[in-house]
């Protein structure tokens, strides 16, 4: 069943959303060297501004697990062999593949390592990892909290740098990759919000970069 909210969803597009509060800073500084590794650095600021607007229609959920856990959620992958993410972690059981197991776990780990030092503590972090852990490879949603950052993972897939990098990835042409997000993604989505933003965001996207024609 899809989240609704009665609030309004900002479906404005992400590039130009505005610099949110600096708060978390420190826990972007933490983990730098984790951006670092499968684009991350383009991929996690993207899906955490989305997590941001998600967090403004449904103000009911807890903003900061879910903003640091998706700021961290894919931080696992800078401790996993990085000569299988690709050829493993996007294969065709890419879902249910080892390297995923893997850099959940790894991810959880970091989670822990970093978050105690800057003040969180052992109650909040275990909010976060439990979202963390399965965030990929599970198929349940535990906590609305899960739900918006599984929505704001995917949806960075809908914008040109989410096109152009996830196409590449998974070696196909960006109109066969928008073509999957419009038949397996959008049906994923959990929330009323993230399906609008991700409709929108789509559209725009294949207008760009003229996916009709080429």
């Known amino acids: 069943m899809t989240l609704q909210t009665d609030q309004s969803i900002d479906t404005s597009p992400i590039a130009v959303a505005a610099d949110g509060p600096s708060d978390l800073d420190p826990l972007w500084r933490a983990v730098e060297t984790e951006m670092r590794t499968r684009s991350n ?3 996690v600021p993207i899906s955490f501004a989305f997590a941001e607007r998600l967090c403004e229609a449904y103000p009911e959920a807890d903003a900061l697990v879910v903003r640091v ?3 961290l959620h894919d931080s696992g992958w800078a401790r996993v062999d990085e000569t299988k993410i690709i050829s493993e972690g996007f294969g065709a059981n890419w879902r249910q593949a080892q390297i995923r197991f893997e850099h959940e776990l790894k991810g959880c780990m970091i989670a822990r390592e970093v978050l105690p030092g800057l003040g ?3 109650a909040f972090i275990t909010r976060v990892t439990d979202i963390i852990d399965g965030h990929d490879t599970r ?3 535990y906590s609305i909290e899960d739900s918006l950052v599984r929505d704001a993972d995917r949806l960075w897939r809908f914008t040109p ?4 990098l ?3 990835w998974f070696g196909q042409t960006p109109s066969f990759y928008c073509r999957r997000l419009r038949a397996e993604i959008l049906p994923e989505l ?6 609008e933003m ?3 965001e789509l559209d725009r996207a294949e207008a760009l970069l003229k996916i009709a024609v080429l």
Do not use: C, F, R
Not at 161 to 164: L, Q
Not at 190 to 195: C, E, K, N, S
């Open 41 to 43: 650095d383009i991929h």
């Open 69 to 71: 856990a998706i700021l």
């Open 120 to 122: 969180y503590d052992e």
């Open 139 to 141: 198929v349940e949603s």
């Open 161 to 164: 740098a989410g096109i152009a």
């Open 166 to 168: 996830a196409s590449s």
């Open 190 to 195: 959990i929330t009323a919000a993230g399906l």
């Open 198 to 200: 991700a409709t929108i």
